[in-house]
């Protein structure tokens, strides 16, 4: 999920009634809660290593105790700096638990989109994903401004009026029910969704294999990818009217068997794109001095904007040896 949801998420859980139990709460959450996404700066040594090891192993249960443990001693080392106030110390207990479920919070929150998360890093690099929300989703993102802007604003005008101060608990219990509620309905969505893609046949043949991938803001439009025997078909699904046929956005063949495409998937960056992708669509084009290969991530296609989604294109010579590699996150389909 997007930085902005992790920290409002995590505004959300100090405000039940963390924030009064020890000092720095809301600080520890707030920093444990975007702490794992310090794998960016992998980005610096390239996309392609990027795309290795972002949501690597600070995202895994191992990095997400660690990062809790990190952040706890530092903030426990501030707090014994910082002159503290009568009515509420430092509580290491509550501190700590504040840093997990922090870190916590941010595991779970990308979990539930169609990027995944490696949890047992680096015992396994097996991707998890749950796949009912969008990477940015504006409807999760209004609720908890909502919930957390609404008790806030009637707190300033109770100040003024001088009336009793209103308390922001009920509104961070209302975001994170909202929460589990939005989940819920994008769950059932998910599994009819994948119900409705299995039941179908694709230029007269089974799928293989299939996934369900939300829509931004409607929890009852869906994307789908099926592979079948020789190609991947992209599809959109209503799901309040599973008697309607999905709606065919694209299909894609699988290319022949080649050489080039052979070499260009053992290379590091051809291995790096198939561990992450599920739906990895290969194209080889030959020119004068060699091969051109791409390998897109059918989940990312956008059929709106004009872009192929998360791509890597390598270029081989005529001796299939690697001239150059690079990975797109929104790759142009003229590419």
């Known amino acids: 999920m997007d930085n902005l ?11 039940t009634g963390l924030n009064r139990k020890t000092r720095f709460a809301t600080a520890t959450l707030i920093l444990a809660a975007n702490a794992p996404d ?13 795309l290795k090891y972002h949501r690597g192993i600070t995202h895994s249960f191992v990095g997400i105790m660690v990062l809790a443990i990190v952040i706890w001693g530092l903030m426990c080392w501030i707090g014994k700096r910082v002159k503290p106030k009568p009515s509420l110390l430092l509580k290491p207990r509550w501190l700590l638990l504040a840093a997990l479920l922090g870190t916590g919070s941010h595991l779970l929150l990308d979990f539930t989109n169609a990027y995944g998360v490696r949890p047992f890093l680096p015992f396994s690099e097996r991707w998890y994903a749950w796949d009912i929300m969008f990477i940015f989703d504006p409807l999760l993102l209004a609720l908890l401004i909502l919930g957390l802007g ?21 509104g961070a219990i209302f975001c994170l029910v909202a929460m589990v509620a ?18 179908r046949t694709y230029a007269g043949d089974v799928p293989l294999r299939f996934s369900a991938l939300p829509a931004m803001v409607n929890p009852f439009t869906w994307m789908g990818v099926v592979e079948t025997q020789t190609s991947f078909h992209v599809v959109n699904v209503n799901t309040l009217n599973a008697n309607m046929m999905p709606e065919e ?30 739906f990895a669509w290969a194209q080889v084009e030959e020119g004068e001095e060699g091969y051109r290969v791409s390998l897109c991530d059918l989940r990312f296609y956008n059929e709106s904007a004009q ?17 150059s590699e690079s990975f797109y996150f929104a790759a142009p389909r003229g590419e």
């Open 182 to 199: 939005l989940w819920g309905i994008r769950d059932f969505a998910h599994h009819r969704t994948l119900s409705i893609l299995d039941s």
């Open 249 to 278: 956005v694209g299909t894609f063949e699988k290319p022949q068997p080649s050489p080039a495409l052979a070499a260009a998937m053992k290379t590091r960056a051809g291995k790096v794109m198939l561990d992450f992708a599920r």
């Open 5 to 15: 949801t992790h920290t409002l998420t995590a505004i959300a859980i100090s405000q």
């Open 38 to 50: 310090i794998d960016i700066l992998a980005g610096f040594r390239g996309s392609i290593a990027y």
């Open 150 to 170: 609404g008790p806030w604003l009637l707190s300033l005008v109770s100040e003024e009026v001088g009336a009793r101060k209103a308390r922001l608990a009920p």
């Open 307 to 323: 872009s192929r989604g998360f791509t890597l294109v390598m270029e081989l010579d005529k001796n299939l040896q690697t001239l």
